[in-house]
């Protein structure tokens, strides 16, 4: 049933490529680096906000790509990362599970997946998504948009704590503080057994998340993510989410619920 899913949750993103091709393209983003022929220019500095601190503004994709595979009809205009089917993709012996979580994943398939239902997924499943991501950063707040749904996490940069009894939603509650040129975020207060992705790796109302935020130059961004979720591991674990910016383009409605056609295909996948 692995081996099938990925391709079959696929199919949910391909049915958007269309609108991912109806874009502003060749709009040139006003202000950002480029080279002598004009292209923009992915190796310069970071910019940064007027106190000095890394800004993270601007448009993102998530840059590792599946392989292409023309029987499976991975080739679609929209990224797929691998860590989309898997977020504990590379790690030596994968996501530490707890028994109970594992049991439960195997009886799990696409057709049980939120994505696939058109439901907005929370956490750092947010980043894989295929469709667009734009940030926009001030200096108390780091808005995150995406294309997906038109849905938005709110990142607050200015000093207040998490909340004591959060209401549980799909993004949580999300602080910021700043460590040198890296921005930590914790985030904790999301929906109870969420999932981090195409696997059904959950994400618990018991769990929280650092993501800790580094853009080495104009055209990077590494996100350091780490669950801690009791509920559902056996120990905290960690990975990395790599983003590549996007210019000259801009954010496009994509709401799933909209003459959405995969779900029904999906429900006789197991």
């Known amino acids: 049933m692995r081996a099938r899913l990925v391709p079959l949750v696929v199919g949910l993103a391909i049915s958007l490529s269309d609108a991912a091709s109806a874009q502003w393209l060749n709009y040139p983003t006003p202000g950002i680096p480029r080279t002598a022929d004009g292209r923009p220019n992915l190796t310069a500095a970071a910019p940064r906000m007027p106190d000095g601190k890394p800004d993270f503004t601007g448009m993102w994709r998530v840059e ?9 009809r991975m080739c679609t205009d929209l990224p797929i990362s691998t860590q989309f089917g898997n977020l504990g993709a590379g790690l030596n012996g994968g996501a530490p599970y707890q028994p109970s979580v594992q049991e439960r994943m195997k009886q799990r398939g696409p057709a049980d997946d939120p994505y696939t239902r058109c439901l907005t997924p929370g956490g750092p499943r947010m980043h894989l998504l295929p469709t667009m991501k734009k940030f926009v950063q001030t200096p108390g707040l780091l808005i995150l948009l995406n294309e997906f749904n038109i849905s938005f996490r709110q990142v607050f940069l200015d000093g207040r704590p998490l909340p004591v009894d959060p209401n549980p939603t799909w993004n949580g509650y999300s602080v910021g503080r700043w460590d040198g040129d890296a921005l930590v975020i914790e985030s904790i207060g999301f929906r109870d057994d969420q999932w981090l992705d195409a696997a059904g790796s959950p994400l618990t109302n018991s769990g929280k998340v650092t993501e800790r935020f580094h853009r080495p130059d104009y055209g990077h961004l590494t996100i350091d993510v780490t669950i801690d979720d009791a509920k559902a591991y056996t120990r905290p674990w960690s990975t ?31």
Do not use: S
């Open 240 to 270: 990395a989410i790599r983003l590549i910016a996007v210019p000259d383009t801009e954010m496009l409605d994509a709401q799933c619920l909209e003459n959405e056609k995969d779900v029904p295909h999906l429900l006789n996948a197991k």
């Open 64 to 72: 590792t790509l599946l392989p292409c595979d023309d029987v499976r």
